[in-house]
């Protein structure tokens, strides 16, 4: 069992940066590859990145590619996202997930936070 819980979104003018956080508790949260979703208002959640367990493997959706970069610290159970270059379509809602698998699809993660907000201005 992992639960997860985000922190660090916000409010940001286009062209800034913002590192959300995700802290996990569970034991087995190393074992874990771990992914960034958001939804917009009113739109279907979509994936943003991904990293496996052992960092050896991450991806990333074409709109946040050379923008954004996901990291994991496990000796502290948290996996960031450092975005960057932030536009106004980047607002959303930002959840973190966890799964045994590493994968774009958020149906294959069992485990999700509550989401956190980030509001891109113009």
């Known amino acids: 069992q992992v639960q997860l819980v985000e922190s660090g979104g916000g409010l940001v003018q286009a062209g800034g940066s913002l590192t959300p956080s995700c802290a996990a508790s569970?034991?087995?949260?190393?074992?874990?590859?771990l992914g960034w979703f958001r939804q917009a208002s009113g739109k279907e959640r979509q994936f943003v990145a991904a990293?496996?367990?052992?960092?050896?493997?991450?991806y990333y959706a074409d709109s946040v590619k050379d923008r954004f970069t996901i990291s994991r610290d496990s000796a502290k159970n948290t996996v960031y996202l450092q975005m960057n270059s932030l536009k106004p379509e980047d607002t959303a809602v930002y959840y973190c997930?966890?799964?045994?698998?590493?994968?774009?699809?958020?149906?294959?993660?069992?485990?999700w936070g509550q989401g956190t907000q980030v509001t891109v201005s113009s």
């Open positions: 569970g034991r087995t949260f190393s074992y874990y590859a």
């Open positions: 997930a966890a799964g045994p698998l590493i994968a774009t699809t958020p149906q294959l993660y069992p485990y």
């Open positions: 990293i496996s367990w052992g960092c050896a493997n991450t």
